[in-house]
């Protein structure tokens, strides 16, 4: 079946320093991948996505590369602000056209950004 | 534009005791999904609706849960009798049909005593 696995957290990075949370997923067929992002006492937002292999989704300074080869979507930011600290999600939504199936998430990573 | 409306925000109650978490959608969305996020299991499907049908229920826990979705602007989960191991946040999502993006409203924090 579908499935996400993340690298477990806490990430504990001071200001400005370079951030990397890794995510490798299963699936069958040709899945779209996802970053989302939660702040203390929020829903899940969107970050970024990637809908084929190679291609890159960034946004506020974050990027994943959709790897299909080591079926990986590692998150990637140069230089993490204390406004960054949430829980990161990456995700992963089955083929499909037309009507888009079910989002799998995985157990998300906490990243703590220190000033 | 309203995001995904939840209520209540918190909810405490006492094992054997029926509980009903509501969620409106955001309007013109097609598409609406129940996740319970725990420490322990993370953030896990219960059920999801396309057009108020229910999709895939495989997620739910057993069938002390039950969802429904009466018209296009309205669902509830309904857990009957909870007990403590429900305790979770619960959280409602909708999209369109043709759109991946998921927006989440802020959750129900859900305490079972």
């Known amino acids: 079946g579908n499935s996400v696995t993340q690298m477990e957290g806490p990430v504990t990075l001071s200001e400005e320093a370079f951030l990397t949370i890794n995510c490798t997923y299963t699936a069958t067929g040709y899945p779209s991948l996802f970053w989302y992002v939660q702040y203390p006492g929020e829903g899940l937002q969107l970050l970024l996505k990637a809908t084929k292999a190679d291609d890159k989704g960034s946004n506020k300074g974050f990027e994943a590369t959709y790897r299909k080869e080591t079926t990986s979507f590692h998150l990637e930011k140069g230089s993490v602000q204390v406004s960054d600290s949430a829980v990161y999600f990456c995700?992963?939504?089955?083929?499909?056209?037309?009507?888009?199936?079910?989002?799998?998430f995985g157990q998300g990573t906490t990243l703590q950004v220190k000033p | 534009d309203a995001g995904v409306i939840q209520s209540p925000r918190h909810e405490v109650t006492e094992m054997g005791q029926e509980v009903t978490l509501r969620c409106k959608p955001i309007s013109g969305h097609n598409s609406l999904f129940w996740y319970r996020q725990t420490m322990m299991r993370g953030l896990e499907l219960l059920i999801y609706f396309n057009n108020n049908v229910p999709i895939d229920d495989s997620g739910m826990p057993e069938d002390r849960f039950s969802a429904k979705m009466p018209n296009a602007s309205f669902s509830t989960l309904k857990i009957q009798p909870s007990e403590p191991r429900d305790s979770a946040v619960y959280f409602c999502?909708?999209?369109?049909?043709?759109?991946?993006?998921?927006?989440f409203g802020s959750g129900t924090q859900l305490s079972v005593l």
């Open positions: 995700a992963l939504s089955a083929q499909g056209s037309g009507n888009t199936g079910k989002l799998i």
């Open positions: 999502a909708s999209r369109t049909l043709t759109n991946e993006k998921l927006f």
